[in-house]
């Protein structure tokens, strides 16, 4: 199996930046797409951002494009969430996913509040 553990949320003011860390152990070479998803209370989670892990294609959701990055560091199994321009419909929990063939694997998950 697949071990994901977040860090780096934390609560900010509109228009900052926080950037999510995402730490892989496990049966790395079997993933193939990481995921950054967010669930705001009382709202069904939803997908923020993938990446390919070979290759590097990005997928962003329509509500965080041209303001969150997520990128890939192989080498040591870790995926980033850069959020930048944060708003305060960007508050969530951030959850990282790691999904290969026959598995999927959840972190923990991390808390990211923007208010003024």
């Known amino acids: 199996q697949v071990q994901l553990v977040e860090s780096g949320g934390g609560s900010v003011q509109p228009g900052e930046s926080l950037r999510l860390s995402c730490v892989g152990t496990g049966l790395i070479s079997s993933i193939y797409t990481m995921a950054w998803y967010r669930q705001a209370p009382g709202k069904e989670r939803e997908l923020v951002a993938h990446i390919i892990t070979r290759g590097g294609t990005t997928f962003y959701a329509d509500s965080v494009k041209g303001r969150f990055t997520i990128s890939r560091d192989n080498t040591n199994d870790t995926v980033f969430l850069q959020m930048n321009s944060l708003k305060p419909e960007d508050t969530a929990v951030y959850y990282c996913?790691?999904?290969?063939?026959?598995?999927?694997?959840w972190g923990q998950g991390t808390q990211v509040t923007v208010s003024s």
């Open positions: 996913n790691a999904l290969g063939i026959g598995l999927e694997s």
